[in-house]
DNA sequence: TCCTTATGCCAACGCTGTAGACGTTAAGCC
DNA sequence: GGCTTAACGTCTACAGCGTTGGCATAAGGA
């Protein structure tokens, strides 16, 4: 395995592609349209590149780099289609739909990499976009760094739970966006009250994604704690309850961390 | 294939193991501990089990099945070790934080099952729980169904991506883990000023669960809304900017939804 | 005790990811 | 232009996978 950027030797394929990262890559992202998520295999990427299968393993650690290499990618997109405005809340409201439009344009490849966090470039450069942003705004680096945490990890999973359901395939999808006027629609107010009560609006809005209305949420609660801090600067007061992060959360995240 | 509730011939396997959908799921939740979330294979269950591969497909419609199964086994898991207080914004907590600890107990089996919808029964015992803390704090149908959803999808779409991280057998993980001390936090301020300004507060921050905190900011907004509605009630007045979920998060919802 | 059929077992099919040896051919140098 | 070298595509093989259909058997109702 050679890395892209050390590649001397383009030799064709006997069907004559010459190969690349990026076009093995692409390649990978249609057969996973066409396929679906359980259809990107060594064998049928090969035939797909006019390749033998194993040629792959000269481009990638195995089919999880090339994984990890397809979410690179799905970032990288979702950089390209953002632009600042030096409005922190629009921009930043902008850059996390765009996240999680980029990988639902794929949603069988960000059902397998919407969780792994890769560490390349691209990524990276998200990171330190958001990181820019937010300190442009006026936050402490302190907060700064809360805000970023629970945005970047909530376009992530946004991304992996609403991917997931459109990976389905149509005809496994449609049953399941089904389930609120069939199954739910038809539990008994005796047994199940609230769900009855509450079917027709469930069914209305369950088959959407809940991540603009949430992601609107953090942005409110980073804009209160944002305000919270200036009107601390001024008068010296000690902090508000205000935004939910404070010592009990910090607490809560120590306990799940060691749940392992 | 049987529903468990009509087995009515309970005949031992050659090795004398007594077969039972729990017993099943419980061993597989077993060997996904031991040999990771790949490391679930009919005939390894076979064998676990004291019995042939293909047995299992008398008990479960495959392999999926059977990881439904799982996933409405840790749902109810969650509500079993949690208890209603009356206190709206405590009990959605406590509810919330507890999915997400049964989902993170078995980490290997969360990243199978996080994303599916199974509608089942301790699955929608959930939904009506949540259904009814809310709408008994006083909140109308519509803002009811609209914080169920993101609490919900919240706390499932963190399951998945927290339990992603752990799932990672102990190497991959302390080798992600430390990326945050390794890769970020040695770039250079020239490049990435603001990651380089932050790093220590990253590595601090970044290998924790955002959930706490996430939730946190999602009661906020709600009980904000709650507030909101309460005051518009008494003044008749029209709704204030407030939590963010107005008309403009429903387009954004109906927008992303139809990307696919 | 007998009959029915639920249920466990077996064998087989067509896949999969990946390792290692092999041979061809492009690149770099003279 | 010709030579050398090793990068890179190809081939072969292996061990394992999910799943299915047929078969034997024993459990439970009569």
Request: charged share 25%.
């Amino acid at each position: 395995m050679v890395p892209e950027a050390e590649r001397r030797r383009r030799r064709p394929t006997r069907q004559g592609q010459v190969l690349s990262e990026t076009l093995i890559v692409e390649t990978a992202l249609r057969m996973l349209h066409e396929h679906g998520s359980a259809g990107l295999t060594a064998r049928r990427l090969g035939t797909a590149l006019g390749a033998d299968p194993s040629t792959v393993y000269r481009y990638f650690a195995g089919l999880d780099g090339l994984t990890r290499a397809i979410g690179e990618e799905l970032m990288g997109r979702a950089l390209d289609t953002w632009a600042a405005t030096g409005d922190w809340r629009a921009d930043l409201r902008a850059l996390g739909l765009a996240i999680h439009a980029s990988y639902l344009a794929h949603p069988q490849a960000a059902v397998l990499t919407a969780s792994r966090v890769t560490g390349r470039p691209r990524e990276i450069e998200v990171d330190e976009t958001i990181l820019g942003i937010l300190r442009g705004a006026g936050f402490t680096d302190t907060d700064a760094v809360a805000v970023y945490h629970a945005f970047i990890d909530l376009a992530l999973a946004f991304a992996a739970l609403d991917a997931g359901a459109l990976a389905l395939k149509d005809e496994a999808r449609e049953r399941d966006e089904q389930m609120w006027t069939s199954t739910y629609a038809r539990l008994p107010g005796t047994t199940h009250p609230h769900i009855a009560a509450t079917a027709p609006l469930l069914a209305e809005r369950m088959n959407r994604s809940a991540y603009p209305t949430v992601l609107g949420t953090l942005l409110d609660g980073a804009a209160a704690r944002l305000a919270g801090a200036h009107r601390r600067g001024r008068t010296g007061q000690g902090r508000s309850r205000g935004s939910g992060a404070g010592r009990a959360d910090a607490e809560d995240a120590e306990r799940v961390r060691s749940l392992s």
